[in-house]
C-alpha cells in the first residue's frame, strides 16, 4: 500500500517511484502464486488489495493486476467466495477514454466461471446498501463512456444475484436498447455471447422466437465468415446453439453447404490452410461432425454421406487436417478402431478429439462399445507415464455419467493410485515437469473425487486406495487447484 501511495504521488523524485514501481510489478505476481496455500484471513487481506489496486487505475500494472485477480480467486474455498462475494462489487469500472478497458477485466468473470463448474447454482441475495451500488452502475450505463465496462458488470451480477424484478426490467431495456444491438439484432452482453440472451431478461415474446433467432445467427454468422481470426468463437456458440435447438435434415444441410463455401473460398485465398490460424480450421471437422450427429443424420453405427461432406474432407485432406469426427459419420464399418487407432500415437490433440466424440455421441443416445471403454480405462490402468490427463477428463466423463461398473471403477481406482505417485514432484523436476505434472495430478484430483462420490451415491464400500488418495489431493499441504477439487 505505501508504493501504491508513492507511485501516484507527482511530489516524489521520478527514481524513487520507478524504484518503488517495482514491488508494485513483482508482488502481485508473487503474493498470486503463494496464494495456493494460505488462510481465509490471508484472502481477505488478498481481496483488500486486490480493489485498491484496481482502484489504483494504473493501466501498465493491469496484466500483473489481471493474473493477481485470476489466481486468488482460483485457489480461494468456494465456501469462501459465496461469503465474500458482495465484497468485489466495490472494484470499480473503467472509461474507454481512459485507454484501459481493452486490458480492465473484471474480477465478476472469474467468480462467475469459478461458481458455474458446480452442478447446481443458486443465486445470491443481496443487501439494501448493495442495492444502491447496482443502481449506480445502472446510472454509468448510460454515460457512452462507461456503457459496455456497465454491462459487463451488470450481466455477471444479474447471473450471480437475486435482483429485484424493477432492477430486471431495467436490465431488459438497457440490454434491448436500439443502441445496444449487434449486427445479428442480438443484444451485447459483455464478455457473454449474444446468442446466450435467453438466460438475461429479454424483449422477445416466446421461445419459439428464441430459436428463430438463434437459428438466424447460425446462418448469417457463417455468411459472414471470412477468415480464421473468428471461425473458433462462430463454430462453437452454433453448436451451442444447435443442442439447445431442434433442428431438421434441411437445416443441417443448409449448414454444411454454408462450411462447404467457407474452405472453398478459404482455400482460394490461402495457399496454405494451416499457415495462418491451422488450429482453428482443424475445427471444421468438430463442427460438422457436430451437426451431423445433434441433427439425427446419423444414428448408432449407420453412416452419413452428401456430396458437400465429401468435398469437406477432401480439402481436409488436401491440408493434412485430421477428420476423425467425419470419418466417423461417413464410415460404414470398423466403428471403433476409427475413434480408438489415432490415440495410439500418444498424441494429447488426437486422444482429446477422440474423447470428445465419444462424448457426443453418448450425448446423442449413441451407445459405445465395451471396446472404447477398456482403451480409456486401460490407457490409466497400465501407463507408466503421468502424461494421461487427456484420458483421465474422458473417464471422469464416464464416471459422472454413470457409464463404469464396479469393477470397472475399481479398476480405474488402482491406476489413479500409481498416477499419485508418478506425479509427485522431485527436485530433479524440470519447470516444464512441474507443469505438467501439476496438470495431471489436477486430473487426477478430480477422477479420484467422482469416483468417490460415485461409490457413495451408489451406497458401495470405498476402496481403501480411494480413501488414501482422498487423504493425499485434499490436504492442506496441497496446491489449491488440486486440493479444491474436493469441494
Request: charged fraction near 25%; charge should be negative.
Amino acid at each position: 500500500m505505501y508504493s501504491l501511495d508513492i507511485y501516484d504521488n507527482s511530489n516524489v523524485p521520478r527514481y524513487k517511484i520507478s524504484l518503488l514501481g517495482y514491488p508494485l510489478q513483482v508482488m502481485p505476481e508473487f503474493l498470486s502464486i503463494l496464494s495456493t496455500r494460505c488462510s481465509e484471513k490471508i484472502f481477505d487481506e488478498l481481496i483488500k488489495l486486490l480493489i485498491e489496486l484496481y482502484r489504483f487505475n494504473r493501466k501498465d500494472l493491469l496484466p500483473k493486476i489481471r493474473c493477481f485477480t485470476e489466481r486468488i480467486i482460483n485457489n480461494m474455498p468456494l465456501s469462501y467466495i459465496n461469503n465474500n462475494l458482495n465484497k468485489f462489487l466495490s472494484v470499480p469500472i473503467v472509461s474507454k477514454e481512459e485507454n484501459m478497458f481493452e486490458e480492465f477485466v473484471d474480477p465478476f468473470m472469474y467468480i462467475y466461471n469459478r461458481i458455474e463448474k458446480q452442478t447446481t447454482v443458486e443465486k445470491f441475495d443481496i443487501s439494501d446498501k448493495e442495492l444502491g451500488i447496482i443502481e449506480y452502475f445502472f446510472k454509468k450505463a448510460e454515460d457512452e463512456n462507461f456503457h459496455n465496462a456497465a454491462i459487463i458488470k451488470l450481466t455477471y451480477i444479474h447471473q450471480l444475484f437475486k435482483l429485484p424484478s424493477s432492477q430486471c426490467e431495467k436490465l431488459k431495456e438497457l440490454l434491448w436498447d436500439k443502441k445496444n444491438i449487434d449486427e445479428y439484432d442480438l443484444p451485447r452482453l459483455g464478455y457473454f455471447h449474444p446468442v446466450i440472451f435467453d438466460r438475461f431478461p429479454n424483449a422477445l415474446k416466446d421461445s419459439q422466437s428464441y430459436e428463430t433467432k438463434k437459428k438466424e445467427y447460425i446462418l448469417k454468422s457463417l455468411k459472414k465468415l471470412t477468415s480464421t481470426n473468428k471461425i473458433r468463437d462462430v463454430l462453437n456458440m452454433s453448436i451451442l446453439v444447435l443442442k439447445e435447438c431442434a433442428i431438421d435434415k434441411e437445416f443441417a444441410e443448409n449448414i454444411i453447404n454454408l462450411v462447404l463455401g467457407y474452405c472453398e473460398n478459404y482455400v482460394k485465398t490461402q495457399s496454405d490452410l494451416l499457415g495462418i490460424g491451422g488450429k482453428e480450421i482443424r475445427l471444421i471437422d468438430y463442427f460438422v461432425g457436430n451437426v451431423i450427429v445433434l441433427s439425427g443424420l446419423i444414428d448408432n453405427n449407420q453412416s452419413y454421406v452428401s456430396d458437400d461432406v465429401l468435398k469437406i474432407i477432401e480439402i481436409l485432406d488436401a491440408q493434412n487436417c485430421p477428420h476423425v469426427f467425419l470419418t466417423w459419420c461417413t464410415s460404414e464399418n470398423r466403428k471403433d478402431s476409427i475413434i480408438i487407432e489415432p490415440t495410439l500415437t500418444g498424441d494429447d490433440v488426437a486422444i482429446q478429439k477422440s474423447s470428445r466424440l465419444i462424448q457426443l455421441l453418448h450425448q446423442n443416445s449413441i451407445v459405445l462399445s465395451e471396446n472404447i471403454i477398456s482403451h480409456w480405462i486401460n490407457a490409466i490402468y497400465f501407463s507408466t507415464s503421468y502424461n494421461v490427463q487427456s484420458y483421465m477428463n474422458c473417464v471422469d466423463y464416464f464416471v459422472k455419467n454413470s457409464i463404469l461398473n464396479e469393477m470397472q471403477s475399481n479398476q480405474v481406482t488402482k491406476g489413479l493410485a500409481k498416477i499419485e505417485k508418478l506425479t509427485k514432484l522431485s527436485d530433479e523436476d524440470t519447470m516444464y515437469d512441474v507443469a505438467q505434472k501439476l496438470v495431471s495430478r489436477k486430473a487426477a484430483s478430480q477422477l479420484a473425487k467422482s469416483l468417490y462420490d460415485w461409490y457413495k451415491n451408489n451406497d458401495i464400500d470405498i476402496p481403501a486406495k480411494l480413501l488414501t488418495l482422498q487423504d493425499t489431493f485434499n490436504n492442506d499441504n496441497e496446491f489449491a487447484e488440486i486440493r479444491l477439487c474436493w469441494e
